[in-house]
């Protein structure tokens, strides 16, 4: 089983770039498709980012394309989730997740989860 704790969070001004890392435990990382999701204030957990096991195939919301980038780094054992030009409605708690089938955007997919990051974007 592996255990998943996010990091990065923090309050910044739109147009400004935070960088998220998901540390895990537990077991490697390399076993799993890994995603990022965020739930904003009286949302449901909406998808962002998915990773397959080789980094080779990736999918974005159509929300973060060409502002946010995911990446992984297996012997280090954590994913990365880079933002940029970020909008107040990126405000959210983001979430790291890991999941040990195919890779998909639907959060029934991922079975691991982090304990999530706040991220607050000013305007």
């Known amino acids: 089983q592996v255990q998943l704790v996010e990091s990065g969070g923090g309050l910044v001004q739109a147009g400004g770039s935070l960088r998220l890392s998901c540390a895990a435990s537990?077991?490697?990382?390399?076993?799993?498709?890994m995603g990022w999701f965020r739930r904003a204030p009286g949302k449901e957990r909406e998808f962002v980012a998915a990773?397959?096991?080789?980094?080779?195939?990736?999918q974005y919301a159509d929300s973060v394309k060409g502002r946010f980038t995911i990446s992984r780094d297996n012997p280090k054992n954590t994913v990365s989730l880079q933002m940029n030009s970020l909008r107040p409605e990126d405000t959210a708690v983001y979430y790291c997740?890991?999941?040990?089938?195919?890779?998909?955007?639907?959060?029934?997919?991922?079975?691991?989860w982090g304990q999530g990051t706040q991220v607050t974007v000013s305007s």
């Open positions: 537990g077991r490697t990382i390399s076993s799993y498709v």
């Open positions: 990773i397959d096991r080789s980094g080779n195939n990736i």
């Open positions: 997740a890991a999941n040990s089938a195919l890779l998909t955007i639907s959060r029934s997919g991922y079975g691991y």
